[in-house]
C-alpha cells in the first residue's frame, strides 16, 4: 500500500499551486466582493490543458486519472472555492457525462471544446421544486411529431420533423450564463418515472428559448455564477440526446459518483487554506507575552484542522483511486464528501475563531473558506442525502 | 542551433530554522529551481519557439533528489536533460567554482552546443561565477548579466545582448557564438509549466552520468574551499519618520539618500 502521489501527480500539483498562489489568491477576495465571474482565469487555465484534467486526449483533455483531477481540484479550493466549484461542475459534471456516454460526433462537437477550455460547460438536473427528489422533475421534452399522435392537454408537443422541444425551469445551474454547452435533464416518457429521464446537449448561445432568468446573489461563491434558467420551446435536433432515452437517471447517478469526488476535493482544498491562514496566524499573533499558538486552546484547535483535514484527503484520495480502478464508489465518494465538506466547514469556523476579530473581517481569508465551505454540504447531494446514500450502501 | 541550459535544484530555508554546525537539517529545506535558471530556461525554450534552436539540453550537478525539480526544465520545454553526480561529489558540503566549471566543461565538450544560457548566480551559495569561469574555461566568448537577447541576431552566429552594469547602466555587446550567456532575472517572463508538458516531461530522458562517464577523476573537483561555520546574521532595521508637508518630506528624504550616497557618481 502507497500513500506517496505519483511524481507526475506531485509535480502538477506544485506547478497549480505556483499559479494558484501567483494567480488566483491575490484576486480571490476581490471577485466575490464584485460577484465576478472571472475569466481570465480560466482562459489562463485552459492555456495550461487544465480544463480538461480526467477527459481523453482525443477530445482535447490531459488523459489524466481522476487522482490528478482531486489533485487540482483540491488546489483551485485552496485558493477560491469560486474557481473550484465552476471548474469541478464544468468537468464533472459539463464534460465527464459526454465522454462517458456521447456518441463519437458529439464528443467531437461538444467535449472537444470543453476540454480544451475553450468555453464552460453546465448541467442542470436541479429545479425550484426538485432538489434531492431530483427525478421528480417537471422539465420535459417532448418529440415533434408526437402531437399528432398523442392529444394530451397541456402537452407542450409540436409536430416539426426530428426534433426535441424543451420546456421547464432549472434552478441553482452553475456555469449557466457563461457556459457553451448545458446538460439539461427532462422527462421524455412521463408515467416512467426513473427511466422516463433523459438528457440533451443545449446551446446556450445558438438554441432559441434558453434564458438564464436570476443570477444569485449567494451567501459565498459569489464569482461561480449560480443561475436559474428558463427553457422555453427550446428545439434541438436528435443528435443532441446524449445517450439512450431513458437513461438520464443512470447517467446522473454516474456524473454524481465522480462528481462527489470533485467535492470532497474542494472541500479539502477550502479547509486547507483556512488552516494555513490559521496556522500562520497563530504563530505570529502575540497575546499575554505570547504567540497564541503557545496556548492550549489555539494548538488544539490547529492540530484539530490538521487531523480533519488528513482524513478529508485520504478519503478523497481513495476514492479517486477506486474510480480510476473501475472499481464502484458509490459508498467511499459519498463518504468522502460527506466527511470532507463538514471538515471544511468546521476547520474555516475554526480558523475563523482562531483569527479572532480580525478573522471576522474581509481582510483576511478565513471567512471566505467559511461561506464557501457551506456549500459542500448543499451541492451534489446534501450531507442528509449522503447519510441515506450511505445507509442504503450499508443495507440499513 | 543547440542550446545548453545548466540548472541547479537550491535550497530555501522555510521561515523557521535551526542552523547545526555549518548545515540546516532537511526539514527545514524547500528545493526548487535556481530562479536566474528559470529564466534562462525560458530563454531557451524561447530560442526554440522561434525556431532558431532546434533542441535544448538541460545540465545539472546533483543528487538523485534534484531530478524532481530538473524535471520542471523538461516540462517548460527543454528535450532532455544531463545529471552529474558521484559518490565523490557526495561528500562534499560545498563545490567551489572550480569543481563546477572542471564538470561543465566536460559536458559541454561532450553535445558541443553553439549557445550555453546560464544563471547570473545561485539563489543558495551565491558565488554568480560558474557561466563566465567555464567559458574561460572552454576558450567560449562570454556575456554576464545579459537582460535582454536579440533572437534573430543569435541565428547569424553573433548574439547581440543587453548586459546590466552597476548604477543602473546597461551596455550593448555583441558576443561570437559559441558563447556562455549568464541570465539576469528579469530578461522574459518565465511561464508555468502547462500539464500536458509536466506529463510529457515524465517520459523525457534524464540521463545520469558520473564523473568517470565524463572521463574525470575525484581529483578533479577537489574543492579549494572548506565550509567553517555557518549562521544567521543580524538583521538591522531602521526607519525614519519624515514630519511636515510633502515639500518638505521630499527635502529630508533628498538629504539622507544624498547623505547614504545614492546619485554620487
Ligand atoms: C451554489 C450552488 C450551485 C449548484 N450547482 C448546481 C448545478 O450546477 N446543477 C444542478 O443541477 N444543481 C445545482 N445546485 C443545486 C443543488 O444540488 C441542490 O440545491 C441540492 O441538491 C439540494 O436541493 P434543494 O436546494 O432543492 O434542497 P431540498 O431538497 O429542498 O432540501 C431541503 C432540506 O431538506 C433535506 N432533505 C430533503 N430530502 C430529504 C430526505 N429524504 N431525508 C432527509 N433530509 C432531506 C435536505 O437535506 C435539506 O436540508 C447548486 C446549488 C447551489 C447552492
Redesign the pocket.
Known amino acids: 500500500m502507497d500513500f506517496t502521489l505519483p511524481d507526475e501527480h506531485r509535480m502538477i500539483r506544485e506547478e497549480v499551486r505556483r499559479f494558484c498562489d501567483e494567480e488566483i489568491e491575490p484576486i480571490a477576495q476581490e471577485i466575490e466582493d464584485e460577484h465576478r465571474f472571472p475569466e481570465e482565469i480560466f482562459d489562463q487555465l485552459a492555456d495550461l490543458d487544465v480544463m480538461g484534467v480526467p477527459i481523453s486526449e482525443e477530445y482535447g483533455g490531459l488523459g489524466g486519472d481522476t487522482l490528478m483531477y482531486a489533485v487540482v481540484a483540491e488546489e483551485l479550493g485552496r485558493v477560491s472555492g469560486s474557481v473550484a ?1 465552476s471548474y469541478v ?1 464544468h468537468t464533472s ?1 459539463a464534460s465527464k457525462p459526454i465522454e462517458l456516454f456521447g456518441t463519437e460526433a458529439q464528443k467531437e462537437r461538444w467535449l472537444t471544446p470543453l476540454a480544451s477550455g475553450e468555453y464552460l460547460g ?5 429545479e425550484p421544486s ?5 427525478s421528480d422533475m417537471d422539465t420535459t421534452a417532448e418529440k415533434s411529431e408526437a402531437r399528432s399522435a398523442s392529444e394530451r392537454s397541456g402537452a407542450a408537443a409540436e409536430k416539426d420533423g426530428d426534433e426535441w422541444v424543451l420546456n421547464g425551469t ?6 449557466a450564463n457563461v457556459a457553451g454547452s448545458v446538460l439539461v435533464k427532462a422527462v421524455t416518457d412521463p408515467g416512467e418515472g426513473y427511466g422516463g429521464i433523459s438528457t440533451f446537449i443545449v446551446d446556450p448561445e445558438e438554441d432559441d428559448g434558453f434564458e438564464v432568468t436570476t443570477v ?1 446573489d ?1 451567501m459565498g ?1 459569489n464569482a ?1 455564477p ?1 443561475c436559474e434558467i428558463k427553457l422555453t420551446d427550446v428545439r434541438v435536433p436528435e443528435d443532441r440526446m446524449l445517450g439512450e432515452r431513458g437513461d438520464g437517471w443512470e447517467q446522473t447517478k454516474k456524473t454524481l459518483d465522480g462528481g462527489r469526488i470533485s467535492i470532497a476535493a474542494i472541500s479539502t482544498g477550502l479547509a486547507q487554506g483556512a488552516y494555513e491562514a490559521a496556522k500562520e496566524y497563530s504563530t505570529e499573533r502575540e497575546q499575554f507575552g505570547q504567540p497564541i499558538s503557545k496556548f492550549d486552546a489555539i494548538r488544539d484547535k490547529v492540530v484539530d484542522m490538521d487531523r480533519k483535514i488528513e482524513r478529508a484527503r485520504l478519503l478523497t484520495h481513495k476514492s479517486a483511486w477506486q474510480y480510476d480502478q473501475g472499481q464502484s464508489v458509490t459508498r467511499s465518494s459519498s463518504l468522502a464528501k460527506l466527511d470532507a465538506s463538514e471538515a471544511a466547514r468546521e476547520v474555516a469556523e475554526e480558523a475563523v475563531q482562531t483569527l479572532g476579530g480580525y478573522g471576522y473581517t474581509e481582510d483576511f481569508s478565513p471567512q471566505r473558506f467559511y461561506r464557501d465551505a457551506k ?1 459542500m454540504e ?8 449522503q447519510h ?1 446514500v450511505i445507509g442504503r450502501e450499508l443495507g440499513l | 542551433m543547440k542550446v545548453l541550459v545548466t540548472v541547479k535544484e537550491v535550497a530555501a530555508v522555510e521561515d523557521e530554522f535551526q542552523i547545526a554546525g555549518t548545515s540546516i537539517d532537511e526539514t527545514y529545506l524547500e528545493y526548487d529551481l535556481n530562479e536566474w535558471d528559470d529564466y534562462a530556461v525560458e530563454e531557451a525554450v524561447q530560442l526554440q519557439e522561434a525556431g532558431i534552436a532546434d533542441e535544448v539540453v538541460a545540465v545539472t550537478i546533483g543528487p538523485e533528489r534534484s531530478e524532481e525539480t530538473i524535471r520542471m526544465a523538461l516540462a517548460k520545454g527543454a528535450d532532455r536533460a544531463v545529471r552529474i553526480w558521484d559518490d565523490a561529489l557526495e561528500g562534499a558540503d560545498l563545490l567551489d567554482v572550480g569543481a563546477k566549471t572542471a564538470i561543465l566543461e566536460k559536458v559541454v565538450e561532450e553535445e558541443d552546443p553553439d549557445i550555453v544560457l546560464s544563471g547570473v548566480q545561485a539563489d543558495d551559495d551565491g558565488f554568480g561565477a560558474t557561466g563566465v569561469s567555464l567559458a574561460d574555461a572552454l576558450g567560449y566568448e562570454w556575456a554576464a548579466v545579459v537582460n535582454h537577447l536579440d533572437q534573430d541576431s543569435v541565428e547569424s552566429g553573433t548574439a547581440s545582448v543587453r548586459r546590466e552594469l552597476e548604477g543602473g547602466v546597461e551596455e550593448l555587446t555583441d558576443v561570437e557564438l559559441p558563447a556562455v550567456l549568464t541570465i539576469q532575472t528579469g530578461i522574459n517572463e518565465p511561464r508555468y509549466a502547462s500539464l500536458r508538458g509536466i506529463r510529457q516531461a515524465q517520459r523525457k530522458e534524464i540521463a545520469p552520468k558520473t564523473l568517470g562517464d565524463l572521463g574525470l577523476d575525484a581529483a578533479a573537483v577537489e574543492n579549494e574551499l572548506e565550509l567553517t561555520d555557518m549562521y544567521e546574521p543580524e538583521t538591522e532595521s531602521d526607519a525614519t519618520y519624515f514630519e511636515g508637508g510633502p515639500d518638505e518630506a521630499a527635502g529630508q528624504l533628498a538629504d539622507l539618500l544624498r547623505e547614504k550616497g545614492v546619485g554620487a557618481q
Not at chain 1, 122 to 126: R, Y
Not at chain 1, 378 to 385: C, D, N, V
Open positions: 466549484l461542475a459534471l453546465g448541467w442542470a438536473l436541479t426538485s432538489g434531492s427528489d431530483a432549472k434552478q441553482f445551474i452553475t456555469n444569485w449567494k461563491l461561480s449560480t456549500l448543499i451541492g451534489e447531494g446534501t450531507s442528509e442525502i441515506l
